[in-house]
Structures are given as C-alpha cells and as structure tokens.
C-alpha cells in the first residue's frame, strides 16, 4: 500500500479545505475521492493525518485525525548560499538540498554571476522546494530567499557556528570541515566563480576557505559534493 499523499496548507483546524494549486493536483492528477487518506502539512515540522471528507467543483474538504513530529528533518542547521545558475541548474540546486536535509537556501548574485533571479524565479525555487520535501517524505521546506549582492548574502550568515567558503582557486588540500557542528553554513559560487576580493570579504566575515580537490567541479556538482560531506560529518547521512 503506498504512503499517503501529502499537501501544504496555510493552517490547520479540524476540518480543513484545499484549494488552489493543492487542489488540482488533488483531483485531476491523483483521482482522490471522499474516503482517501492524506497528510496535510504547515511547514512547521508537523504531519497531520486526515481523511477527504468532500470534494466539490473548486475546493476539497478534509478531516484532520491526529497530529505528529515528523522524523525525517534534520536536526543540524545547514544553510546552503550558492550563486544564481544558468538554466535550471539553480532548481537542481535547490531540489538535491532539500533532500540532503537543508534549513534555508540563499540564492545570490556575485561579480562573475551571469544568471539572473526574478520574482517569478524565485516563486518557481520555493515551488521546487516544496515539491523535494513531499518527495523526501520532510514536512517543512526550506525557504529559498535572494540577495541582490555578495555582501548582503555572507551577512546572512552570521552566527553561524561553521561557515565555509568553497573556492576554485584555492590550493587542494585549503581547509577542512569540522564534524558533529549544529549549525553550518556554505557558500559556492556560480558558474564565473568568485574573486580573491569577495574571498578575502568572506574571511573577513568569518568563512574558511576549503578546496573540493584537484578537479574543478561545476557549479551545481560542487553545492551537492560540499553539501553531502557537511551532511554526513553532522550526522545527518549515516
């Protein structure tokens, strides 16, 4: 028998509706009728169950049954900032994080950076988001947010009890990542990479520098490698 199917919602009551978005793909894709069973979640780490009560033209009404912590977020505080990306590399980005185990993703814009990030971009990043949490079986998806400048997305980082810098031009063997941390965060750059300035402004802020090898990795290749050993240093993979 399958896992229930899982849709967000703003709140959650007793009884509640979904509509929207939610709702279509509720009735036209999965054919759900009076009687399925479903979990609804708020994104704050919760799982309810509940059971389609109605299903008319516009909106599907559903009966909460329970409620419970889902297990499957992380408990490290990993926070992934990664340049803006051509095409839909930055979704790739953002889908292989989410279930890796993330926190918040910052996309952001350098000096080398040739994408761009729009309102409609964003809106499609965090929609992304939502879809890799159902699908890795997370109840509350990373928000992706954008930072215009360089500046403005190292800032975000404070306090942050490891902060490391990914850099293709530092020397192989640069830095090293330090496990059983509670909180991380990773900056990687776009396809241009950074410059020694932004660098030198990263350590400044409180970043270590780290080399991902000999190799030069692209862009997304090199977000994934640093985020999956961060994750199975803070415990979060094994």
Known sequence: MSAPKRFFVDTVSEEVELSGEEFRHAK????LAEGSEILLLDGSGKEYPAVVARVEKSRM?????????????????????????????????VQKAVELGVKKIGVFSSRYCAAYMNENKLERLNRVSREAAKQCLRAAPPEVVYFE???AAIASAEGYEHKLFACEFLPSGTGGIVGGGRSYALVVGSEG??????????????????????????????????????MYLAGELK
């Open 149 to 151: 400048n360089f500046g």
């Open 28 to 31: 036209n894709v999965l054919r």
């Open 193 to 230: 990479g950074f410059t020694e300035e932004e660098y030198q402004r990263a350590r400044a802020a409180g970043f270590a520098g780290v080399s991902l090898g000999k190799r030069i990795l692209r862009a997304e290749t090199a977000a994934i490698a640093l985020l999956s050993v961060v």
């Open 61 to 93: 009404l559903v009966h909460v049954a329970g409620e419970r912590v889902c297990d499957k977020e992380p408990l490290a505080d990993v926070f992934l900032l990664v340049g803006a990306l051509k095409g839909d590399k930055t979704e790739l980005v």
